[in-house]
């Protein structure tokens, strides 16, 4: 009697993650200091003070930048928190 398994090689999974992200922006008007962003940025979603000024930076000349991309649930936790803040933002897929 033979004991020969046969495996059956497993495809490798991919991703299907698309995400969502969280866009912030600015409206004609509406002028927030370069610091507001950064202190928003590094306490809402967690970025490191130098990314967060590329992004504060980003977001004073094109007047929006996104700040975080991920699984629905948490753009909308972070697009609440944002506005909370006095921040505009939306969500939208990635």
């Known amino acids: 009697m033979s004991n020969q398994n ?3 090689p497993i495809p ?3 991703s299907s993650f698309k995400g ?6 600015s409206r004609d008007g509406y002028d927030l200091h370069v ?3 950064i202190s928003s940025l590094v ?3 967690k970025m490191d003070e130098l990314t967060a000024l ?7 000349t094109k007047r929006e930048t996104i ?3 991920t699984h629905k649930e948490h ?5 609440q928190q944002l506005q909370s803040d006095a921040l505009l933002c939306q969500i939208e897929p990635a």
């Not at 969502?20 to 922006?25: A, E, M, Q, R, T």
């Not at 753009?75 to 697009?79: C, G, Q, S, V, Y």
């Open 6 to 8: 046969s495996t059956t």
């Open 75 to 79: 753009a909308e936790l972070l697009e």
């Open 35 to 37: 610091i507001d962003v």
């Open 43 to 45: 306490c809402l979603v």
């Open 67 to 69: 700040v975080a991309t």
């Open 12 to 14: 490798p999974q991919t």
């Open 20 to 25: 969502w992200n969280v866009i912030l922006y």
């Open 54 to 60: 590329r992004k504060a930076i980003e977001f004073k």
